[in-house]
């Protein structure tokens, strides 16, 4: 038996806007989704359009028509935006145990039964086509979008062709741009309804435009595929298929936690002094995906609690701060009995119980360091 620890960083998707608009300044008519950030809106900036005007002859090289490039360029623009997050990733260095507790909220595995429940029967037919199961398909769909609701509303055209032309990784986003032009080309979508993350992941299961054109299924036959519909139904189908024609085996699951019993498959422990985890070639499948363990377990995981299953059985160790989850809820719940808001007990401590934390320390003359300890954990009593 071997056992793998390895260190990990992912963050899920964070941000939800309002699917309204407003005038682009600059941008001939052209409208951007009302609640994104003035750096995610199109800025002057003359090195960006003469490299715009350079790409237009290699894009016709590749069999991109020119009216297809009038369309999809206008209103785009120069995003310093998504320039300043390509440049400032955060790295993600969540334990395991703050992951899951992500991954698998409440909130997360409620709306994900909700969602589950609500298209059974367009997941069966996936699970039927693919072999697929419906429950790891709706459970990337939670983690990636919240069940649709967080799919990114930037102009993929104006990130894609922000960071082809910053250049730092620009051979493969000018790659994604040509894909993200095919698509509009296609008839797939217009330009100005795609839209997704900064880095131009899109749809309910934030799909890269690469990924799109060689993976995307018109599952409802409506002669578009259509992975940013109200209807899931094309997107999903989407990731059931990139799973399939990665080798996904029909019947056989992701995995378990290792309670009891003889492994069959690998032994996983992401986290030192945490579960163990008996997983499958299938979710090595699923990494396919995304190559984090944490975030396959995460999809295996909120897969089971949608389908009923319960937490974790197996406990974590106390973190750097020597504090467990229980004694972190209970300092977020005592901070906000007391009138600074964590905005939620979960146990993860994020930038709002930090703050929380520094009001009261502020509130009491003390070192405002945002840092959780038994001692506050005490004083908080």
């Known amino acids: 038996m071997r056992i793998d620890r390895r260190l990990f960083g992912m963050g899920l998707l964070g941000l939800g806007l309002a699917a309204c608009?407003?005038?682009v300044p600059g941008g001939q008519g052209a409208a951007a989704p009302e609640g994104l950030p003035d750096d995610l809106l199109p800025a002057p900036n003359r090195a960006y359009d003469t490299w715009v005007a350079a790409f237009r002859g290699r894009a016709e090289a590749q069999g991109i028509s020119r009216a297809t490039l009038n369309t999809a360029?206008?209103?785009?623009?120069?995003?310093?935006?998504?320039?300043?997050?390509?440049r400032n990733q955060t790295e993600f260095n969540r334990t395991l145990e703050d992951y899951l507790a992500i991954a698998a909220s409440d909130e997360r595995v409620e709306k994900g039964r909700q969602a589950y429940a609500r298209h059974r029967r367009t997941l069966a037919a996936i699970e039927d086509q693919t072999g697929v199961d419906a429950k790891i398909v709706t459970a990337i769909w939670g983690l990636e979008s919240f069940y649709g609701e967080r799919q990114g509303l930037i102009p993929v055209i104006s990130a894609t062709s922000t960071l082809a032309f910053d250049g730092r990784r620009g051979r493969y986003f000018e790659r994604e741009l040509i894909a993200a032009l095919r698509i509009v080309q296609n008839g797939d979508i217009p330009a100005a309804r795609m839209t997704g993350s900064w880095a131009g992941a899109m749809g309910h299961t934030q799909c890269m435009p690469t990924v799109f054109q060689d993976y995307a299924v018109d599952f409802t036959g409506d002669g578009r595929r259509d992975i940013w519909s109200e209807d899931p139904s094309d997107?999903?189908?989407?990731?059931?298929?990139?799973?399939?024609?990665?080798?996904?085996?029909?019947?056989?699951?992701?995995?378990r936690e290792l309670v009891s019993g003889t492994p069959s498959g690998r032994v996983i422990q992401p986290q030192e002094g945490g579960p163990q985890f008996d997983v499958t070639s299938n979710f090595r499948v699923i990494k396919r995906y995304n190559p984090s363990d944490a975030y396959a377990l995460g999809v295996g995981h909120l897969a089971d609690r949608i389908g009923g299953a319960g937490p974790l059985r197996g406990s974590f160790p106390p973190d750097e701060n020597g504090l467990t989850r229980r004694d972190r809820i209970a300092l977020q719940e005592r901070l906000t009995a007391r009138g600074f808001d964590t905005q939620g007990a979960d146990g993860v401590i994020g930038s709002n119980t930090e703050a929380a934390i520094r009001a009261y320390q502020a509130s009491r003359g003390l070192p405002e360091t945002g840092t959780p300890s038994r001692a506050l954990l005490q004083a908080l009593r």
């Open 21 to 23: 608009s407003r005038a």
């Open 73 to 86: 360029f206008r209103g785009a623009g120069f995003l310093p935006g998504v320039v300043s997050r390509d």
């Open 235 to 255: 997107a999903l189908a989407t990731t059931a298929g990139y799973l399939q024609r990665h080798g996904w085996t029909r019947g056989l699951g992701w995995g």
